[in-house]
Every structure is written in C-alpha cells, then in structure tokens.
C-alpha cells in the first residue's frame, strides 16, 4: 500500500510541470522546456517507474507467504 502512495506522491510534480508547459505553450508555440525542468521531470519519472516495478515484486512475495518478519 505504501508502494502506491509513494508513486501517488512522486507522480505530482511531473503532473504539475506537464500542466505548467501546457499553458506556456499555448501563450507562445515557440516556449521549449528549459533543460533543468527537463532533467527534474526526468528524475521523478525514473523514481516513479522504479517504485511502480516494486508493486509486483511485492504482490508476488505476498502471494507466497512471505511477511514482514518484525510483526512477531
């Protein structure tokens, strides 16, 4: 569960930006990405898919019966 939260959480700032360019686009056609918010975006996306690949992972011990071994 904690696994979709932190994808939840991460996937906002790229939404954020993805709408930002958006509207700067639309003002003027000629507006490109300045390569630092390329980079952050990049970023937050490389975390997002690494979390998003965790789930299965996850899903796929739980199938098995693995558990958290502290809950004893």
Avoid: H, K, N
């Avoid at 939404?15 to 507006?31: E, G, I, K, S």
């Avoid at 937050?44 to 979390?51: D, P, T």
């Amino acid at each position: 569960m904690a696994l979709f939260v932190g994808v939840g959480l991460v996937s906002v700032a790229p939404t954020y930006l993805y709408m930002v360019w958006r509207r700067r686009v639309r003002a003027d056609p000629t507006f490109r990405p300045p390569a630092e918010e390329v980079a952050q975006l990049r970023q937050a996306l490389y975390v997002e898919a690494g979390l998003f690949a965790l789930i299965p992972l996850c899903a796929a011990a739980m199938a098995r019966g693995l558990r958290d071994v502290t809950s004893d």
